[in-house]
């Protein structure tokens, strides 16, 4: 899973239990998906005056002074919306800013915002070289509040898991065909969270089992990136290389499926 996805998805989770309870700790910059990052702020456009342009604005320092800020604006809740971008979505995600786009909705008695994030490389930050900037990219927009059928999404899951794990035991190594495996069998999982890096990807208490299973599948499948990644193959055989292609796009169109679904289906629900 990519450090953009991961922190996105923490947010979103995080910031409904403090909306909820008033109340949050141990999470910034605690959390996993924070400890390569130096800044992580959120500006709006905004007006100095009426005869002013408009001018990007700091309104909260970090995730905790933007949960405040938005329970202060009275936003109800938090949720993902993935937009795809092109119908090759999974060979541009090891780039920033490739892979469709994710955005928080903050969802209020009348509308929602958008908010995307911006990630900006420091190489003179040795240890916590990004830089994270959220930015309000859409406002007073009819609220979307994407939900998906968890049954038929964790359906679809499986069957693909189900064929990209043949193929991988078949035409690739063992340790790809067991990679997927792990992600497949973790639908059935008593304890889906075990040997996932982020632990702490959601406030796990405000989740069922079952979609938990569904995130943390998803999780584990997300094989998408750079040199070394899965889609960094190619094959000489135009058909198994057509399937290559076929199989990988269905997982991760069902990936970002599954990982809206199960993040958006909290107790808050």
Request: one cysteine or more; a negative charge.
């Amino acid at each position: 899973m990519t450090g953009i996805l991961a922190q996105i998805i923490a947010i979103t989770s995080f910031g409904n239990e403090y909306l909820k309870s008033g109340t949050l700790t141990g999470f910034f910059p605690q959390n996993s998906s924070f400890q390569h990052c130096d800044i992580v702020d959120f500006r709006e456009l905004k007006k100095k005056s009426i005869f002013s342009s408009k001018k990007e604005i700091t309104v909260s320092k970090n995730p905790m002074e933007w949960f405040e800020y938005l329970k202060s604006k009275d936003c109800k809740k938090l949720r993902l919306y993935y937009h795809t971008v092109k119908e090759e979505d999974h060979k541009m995600v090891g780039f920033v800013g490739g892979g469709g786009n994710w955005y928080i909705e903050t969802i209020y008695s009348t509308h929602s915002d958008f908010w995307v994030s911006r990630w900006h490389y420091d190489a003179q930050l040795t240890e916590k070289p990004w830089q994270v900037t959220y930015g309000k990219a859409i406002e007073n927009r009819p609220t979307i509040n994407q939900q998906l059928d968890s049954i038929q999404t964790k359906g679809h899951l499986k069957t693909c898991l189900e064929k990209i794990t043949d193929f991988a035991y078949k035409e690739t190594t063992e340790n790809w065909g067991k990679l997927f495996e792990t992600a497949k069998n973790t639908l059935e999982s008593e304890n889906p969270e075990s040997n996932f890096y982020h632990n702490d990807l959601i406030c796990w208490k405000n989740y069922n089992l079952e979609n938990r299973q569904l995130l943390m599948s998803a999780s584990k499948a997300f094989v998408f990136g750079g040199m070394g990644s899965w889609n960094d193959m190619g094959f000489e055989h135009k058909e198994i290389d057509k399937t290559y292609n076929e199989l990988s796009a269905n997982l991760y169109k069902s990936m970002m499926e599954s990982i809206t679904c199960a993040d958006n289906r909290d107790k808050y629900e």
